[in-house]
């Protein structure tokens, strides 16, 4: 696996490699979650292309960028025994240069609720801006990423059927520990004792599931959801059940299920997770496919 930090470097390893070409873009300290799209994007393309930046424009809080995990050594050793051809880990300014005046911008309810109401809006314009970017920087036959993000991966969904852009998104299971937590970047903020707070997350979403065998009543859901984090000792933003297919509210509970989205804090550390619901409790976490 090479290592490229420039846009013409990138470019010119791609066009010495076959086709076809995957793309994994990530923030990198990597983890199983990672690990899982690129050995799918290895298992489908003849290159694979991890990309690692911590994209500035896409937080909303300065400390939370500041300490997000960095450890590109680490991340190299692991991108290339999942299969990654070429890492793609350029500085800020090779993406954002000097005079850099563009944004794209997925609007309306798709990026105004849940994560877009709690981060900004400018949350996901600096997600679009920066995908769009590294497509058009990898031009790649598909693109890699995770359920754990349902709602970036709708709207990247979104962006790409807009654009006409001429790539495959392939959206790919949320991998968990044995307890259930969501692998996450950011899991290595917790403490062991919040770690252990943080299994509520995935509680609450599981009592969701079971709810729904009880009653269809999205209310209801919800409510056994809430109750269950009032033992808890995580600070709740949101828990909403949605309409997976564009995350408008869910009124009723009908034959297509609902995504049950919780984001929450544990002490500094912000979290999301979210578990697709059908009426009958049964699961459903593969995501439909495109
Ligand atoms: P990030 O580095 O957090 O921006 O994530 C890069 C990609 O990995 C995104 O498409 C995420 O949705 C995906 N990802 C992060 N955590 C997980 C996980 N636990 N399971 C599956 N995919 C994940």
Same mark, same amino acid.
């Given at each position: 696996m090479?290592?490229?930090?420039?846009?013409?470097?990138?470019?010119?390893?791609l066009k010495?490699?076959?086709?076809?070409?995957?793309?994994?873009?990530?923030?990198?300290?990597?983890?199983?979650?990672?690990?899982?799209?690129?050995?799918r994007?290895?298992a489908?393309?003849?290159?694979?292309?991890?990309s690692?930046?911590?994209?500035?424009?896409?937080?909303?809080?300065?400390?939370?960028?500041? %300490?997000y995990?960095?450890?590109?050594r680490?991340?190299? !050793?692991?991108?290339? +025994?999942a299969? $990654?051809t /070429?890492?793609? *880990?350029?500085?800020?300014?090779?993406?954002?240069?000097?005079?850099?005046?563009?944004s794209?911008?997925?609007?309306?309810?798709?990026?105004?609720?849940?994560?877009?109401?709690?981060?900004?809006?400018?949350?996901?314009?600096?997600?679009?801006?920066?995908?769009?970017k590294?497509?058009?920087?990898?031009?790649p036959?598909?693109?890699?990423?995770g359920?754990?993000?349902?709602?970036?991966?709708?709207v990247?969904?979104r962006?790409?059927a807009?654009?006409?852009?001429?790539?495959?998104?392939?959206?790919?299971p949320?991998?968990?520990e044995?307890s259930?937590?969501?692998?996450?970047? %950011?899991?290595?903020?917790l403490s062991?004792?919040?770690? !252990?707070?943080a299994? +509520?997350?995935? $509680?609450? /979403?599981?009592? *969701?599931?079971?709810?729904?065998?009880?009653?269809t009543?999205?209310?209801d859901?919800?409510?056994a959801?809430?109750d269950?984090?009032q033992?808890?000792?995580?600070?709740?933003?949101?828990?909403?059940?949605?309409?997976?297919?564009?995350?408008?509210?869910?009124?009723?509970?009908?034959?297509?299920?609902?995504?049950?989205?919780?984001?929450?804090?544990?002490?500094e550390?912000r979290l999301?997770?979210?578990?697709?619901?059908?009426?009958?409790?049964e699961p459903e976490d593969?995501?439909?496919?495109?």
């Amino acid at each position: 696996m090479k290592t490229v930090r420039t846009i013409p470097d990138l470019r010119a390893a791609l066009k010495a490699g076959p086709r076809p070409v995957g793309l994994v873009p990530t923030m990198g300290a990597l983890h199983d979650g990672h690990l899982s799209l690129i050995e799918r994007a290895a298992a489908e393309n003849d290159q694979v292309v991890v990309s690692i930046f911590v994209n500035p424009s896409q937080f909303n809080e300065a400390t939370d960028f500041e %300490r997000y995990p960095r450890a590109e050594r680490r991340d190299a !050793e692991l991108a290339a +025994a999942a299969g $990654a051809t /070429l890492l793609f *880990a350029p500085q800020p300014d090779e993406i954002y240069p000097p005079g850099f005046s563009t944004s794209v911008q997925v609007t309306g309810p798709l990026t105004d609720s849940l994560e877009g109401a709690h981060r900004g809006a400018a949350h996901f314009h600096g997600v679009t801006t920066v995908v769009t970017k590294l497509l058009n920087m990898v031009a790649p036959d598909a693109a890699y990423f995770g359920q754990k993000d349902a709602q970036q991966a709708l709207v990247i969904r979104r962006l790409v059927a807009d654009l006409n852009l001429d790539v495959r998104i392939e959206i790919l299971p949320t991998v968990r520990e044995p307890s259930g937590l969501a692998l996450s970047s %950011r899991n290595e903020h917790l403490s062991e004792a919040e770690r !252990e707070r943080a299994h +509520a997350l995935i $509680a609450a /979403l599981e009592t *969701a599931r079971e709810a729904a065998k009880r009653s269809t009543d999205p209310a209801d859901i919800r409510a056994a959801a809430l109750d269950s984090l009032q033992q808890s000792d995580v600070e709740l933003e949101y828990f909403e059940l949605v309409d997976p297919d564009d995350f408008s509210a869910v009124s009723r509970f009908n034959g297509s299920g609902a995504l049950a989205a919780i984001a929450a804090r544990v002490g500094e550390t912000r979290l999301i997770d979210n578990l697709l619901i059908s009426p009958s409790g049964e699961p459903e976490d593969q995501p439909k496919d495109s």
